[in-house]
């Protein structure tokens, strides 16, 4: 069945590539197509280049120079990320710079192969030429030196991106150190985390008053609950963004209020006690909540996908190409460096924050997912095969890490579909046309074919074949992050959901009681890995609004006060989503 699987597989993409190649702009002919596919599929070492079958290469020469020019556009459906190469030499090394173009919806760039060269930047009506590789102009160099993670180039309308190492935070420079040197290193952050960290960041409160309405026409559905709307405990919150509708720091549990001069955008609070027994009881096997976390208060925030566009970016360290140590040697590849044969990004660079362009349109960042040393499995049955099922991810259209079947998925597409699934094999097929992609393990809701709704996974109780980490005795309590889709008449929402302390089973009841249709596990454990913040346009500034208060301790500050945020204005070592709001139809 697996081989079968496998072959399926590889007809989808041949056919998801010969419905590209009829595209504009992607111009391989069949043979091409087929060596790159072949590339892609063949279990060997090989590089970041070769992971990516549907790349375009153009190559040219400058006549007067000599300087020899090769442009490859790394996914032509996104038009987003290519890599320039030069050498003054045929047999010499290249010169490479990864090029990021900012606007791929409004303007387009190819190289002109004729005898003077040029990368052409189109944005109708107009087209301009550039060629920064000339020695009169220096301009690649002088990007290069920079050190800027995006350096500017061809008069704004591209970014030259530069290696730079990103930010982290004392505590995980500690771990990772632990992990990277020390024999046992694991063991021993394991050790720490659970004595000395288990439920440090638990929020609760006791109930203050009850009737505040709360109520708003717009948004998505109050959270089922044991008390109707109208009737909801109102209880004393650390939410860290601005209400209508409520006082600072009280909100009534389950319902919805608008963020403050953010359309479009909501937030709510939930104890999981709170929830009706409707949910309780109704389809899907759950563990019984526990003491601590069915009083633990946690938060909602809720964004209109029909206003927002959402995208991804990896950091510069994390999640990482190489193996997790977690799956066994055995199913590990000899001469494999890593599950999909590469172990580093070379030449292309990865920066953990938004291009400029995309920061000043961002409405919210927050973390995507586990770290490779995580996100892989150690134990049950998806230790075993496919490597270990390591968690997969792409980045403006280019594969950094095969997406595989069985695990959760949020992806969108390049003409801005959003989805949030278990991926198959099936799937594979939409691969010439995603625009990003990430893997996090199993689901905590699995959407059911006949009413549409979120039915808890069925790996939810356990916890090794679910790979929930939490304390080595399967102790799954600690603070967590999630993410789920739900509707509202004709409206879909992304919900992002922090927990001050939970397992799976409370996380999976809680979006169930939103409901959601389909909610899958972000990270944890820390507030640096479940980190969210909004921008808030406020008198000709911007406000930096995160889910708690300490989450504002992540962030660097200049003399004067002033907050660079992360993600936007700094590289981080994490990977994260990215929301921007929706350009008006022209």
């Not at 063991?187 to 960041?201: E, W, Y």
Request: glycine residues 10%; contains cysteine; proline residues 6%.
């Amino acid at each position: 069945m697996r081989k079968f699987g496998k072959r399926l597989a590889t007809v989808l993409l041949v056919s998801g590539i010969a419905s590209l190649a009829g595209t504009a702009g992607f111009g391989q002919s069949s043979e091409t197509r087929k060596v790159q596919r072949g590339q892609y599929d063949e279990v060997r070492a090989k590089s970041i280049l070769e992971l990516q079958p549907f790349r375009q290469v153009s190559d040219a020469v400058d006549l007067v120079s000599g300087l020899q020019l090769r442009l490859t556009s790394l996914n032509p459906a996104t038009g987003a990320w290519y890599l320039l190469q030069t050498r003054s030499e045929a047999d010499g090394d290249w010169d490479n710079y990864h090029i990021e173009n900012p606007d791929p919806a409004a303007q387009t760039l190819m190289l002109d192969t004729d005898s003077a060269p040029a990368l052409i930047i189109r944005r109708r009506p107009d087209a301009t030429r550039c060629q920064p590789w000339a020695s009169d102009s220096a301009i690649l160099g002088a990007a290069r030196k920079t050190a800027l993670p995006y350096a500017s180039i061809c008069d704004g309308t591209l970014f030259l991106r530069n290696k730079v190492r990103g930010s982290r935070t004392d505590i995980e420079a500690a771990a990772e150190f632990l992990r990277d040197n020390i024999w046992g290193g694991e063991s021993i952050v394991r050790f720490v985390r659970d004595s000395f960290f288990k439920d440090s960041q638990l929020e609760t409160s006791d109930e203050l008053t009850t009737g505040q309405s709360g109520l708003t026409d717009t948004g998505p559905a109050p959270m089922m609950a044991s008390t109707p709307p109208e009737d909801r405990p109102v209880i004393s919150t650390l939410l860290d963004i601005a209400l209508t509708g409520t006082k600072p720091g009280r909100m009534a549990i389950g319902l919805w209020y608008p963020v403050a001069d953010l359309p479009g955008v909501f937030a709510s609070t939930f104890q999981p006690r709170a929830i009706s027994d409707e949910v309780m009881q109704g389809p899907g096997t759950t563990n019984r909540l526990g003491s601590v976390e069915a009083r633990a208060t946690g938060y909602m925030v809720a964004f209109n996908m029909s206003q927002f566009d959402i995208g991804y970016a990896v950091g510069t360290d994390h999640p990482a190409l190489g193996w997790s140590s977690r799956p066994a040697a055995s199913v590990r590849p000899r001469g494999m460096p890593g599950p999909d044969g590469v172990k580093t990004p070379d030449p292309l660079v990865f920066l953990g924050m938004v291009n400029p362009v995309i920061a000043n349109k961002a409405v919210a960042t927050f973390t995507a997912g586990f770290k490779r040393q995580h996100g892989a499995f150690k134990y049950g049955d998806m230790a075993t095969f496919n490597y270990g099922h390591h968690y997969g991810f792409i980045e403006k259209g280019v594969i950094l890490s095969k997406l595989q079947p069985g695990l959760s998925t949020l992806y969108g597409l390049v003409d801005g579909t959003i989805t949030m699934k278990t991926w198959t094999e099936q799937d594979n097929a939409l691969l010439p046309r995603i625009s990003f992609a990430r893997q996090n393990g199993v689901p905590l809701l699995e959407t059911d074919p006949v009413t549409g709704m979120g039915v808890p996974g069925d790996r939810v109780t356990k916890w090794g074949p679910g790979n929930w980490s939490g304390s080595a005795k399967a102790e799954l309590r600690t603070l967590r992050a999630g993410a789920c889709m739900a509707g509202a008449g004709d409206t879909q929402y992304l919900l992002y959901g922090y927990f001050s302390t939970a397992t799976p089973s409370a996380m999976a009841r809680i979006f169930q009681a939103y409901g959601c249709s389909y909610a899958m596990l972000l990270d944890m454990n820390a507030l640096e890995h479940t980190y969210m913040a909004l921008y808030v346009p406020r008198g000709g500034d911007v406000h930096v609004a995160h889910m708690v208060p300490g989450m504002a301790l992540i962030e660097k500050k200049v003399r004067g006060g002033t907050i660079i945020p992360r993600f936007i204005g700094f590289a981080d070592n994490r990977d994260l989503f990215y929301l921007t709001r929706k350009e008006p139809a022209k």
